[in-house]
T-cell receptor, first 118, second 113 residues
């Protein structure tokens, strides 16, 4: 079974508008972490935002916010005021288990290709 | 710039050959992770080292091996290369074994011909 599901292979948004990229996850662990990464066409993986399973507040980093709905097992990324430079592939990822223990692998979704139109 | 360096950036080699990919983690990071990104499999975790010791293993083939040296840099060795090994190989690092944030290097693009 897929542990991370990103159902939107591609998304389009107008410059300056907000966009939500969907991510649902599946885990039986009580402690886990959720990450979003951006991969521009140049190929590097850029860390955007992190949400811990016990964090009560939704994470925010500048124009990025994570809409964490634990009961629904969803961790959607919201990008406000989209910019042309936001055009990239976006990956949702999960770390299962307590971060203090060993084996902190990330499991990635298949990604969403975001295109920002001028 | 994440602070993680990987060399070489590109590598083209023939089937059956062996290559070594190198990664230097961010200063102070003890944990190194290797990931493979291919069109077929997406982004997959291969292996993790923490302070020189193997900590976790993912979908790493027996033809592949890795190690982390006392100066904390890591090498991923790929042998008996096949066409299907063509991929982007990422190294990531984090501060401790659990790794709050994993910072990725720029990747090594391997092409097997």
């Amino acid at each position: 079974a897929q542990k991370i599901t990103q159902t939107q292979p591609g998304m389009f948004v107008q410059e300056k508008e907000a966009v939500t990229l969907d991510c649902t996850y599946d885990t039986s662990d009580q402690s886990y972490g959720l990450f979003w990464y951006k991969q521009p066409s140049s190929g590097e993986m850029i860390f955007l935002i992190y949400q811990g399973s016990y964090d009560e507040q939704n994470a925010t980093e500048g124009r990025y916010s994570l809409n964490f709905q634990k009961a629904r097992k969803s961790a959607n990324l919201v990008i406000s005021a989209s910019q042309l430079g936001d055009s990239a592939m976006y990956f949702c990822a999960m770390r299962e288990g307590r971060r203090e223990t060993s084996g902190s692998r990330l499991t990635f979704g298949e990604g969403t290709q975001l295109t920002v139109n001028p | 710039d994440s602070g993680v360096t990987q060399t070489p950036k590109h590598l083209i080699t023939a089937t059956g050959q062996r290559v070594t990919l190198r990664c230097s983690p961010r200063s102070g990071d003890l944990s190194v992770y290797w990931y493979q990104q291919s069109l077929d499999q997406g982004l997959q975790f291969l292996i993790q080292y923490y302070n020189g010791e193997e900590r976790a293993k993912g979908n790493i083939l027996e033809r592949f091996s890795a190690q982390q040296f006392p100066d904390l840099h890591s090498e991923l060795n790929l042998s008996s290369l096949e066409l299907g090994d063509s991929a982007l190989y990422f190294c990531a690092s984090s501060e401790r074994v659990g790794g709050y944030e994993q910072y990725f290097g720029p990747g090594t693009r391997l092409t097997v011909t």
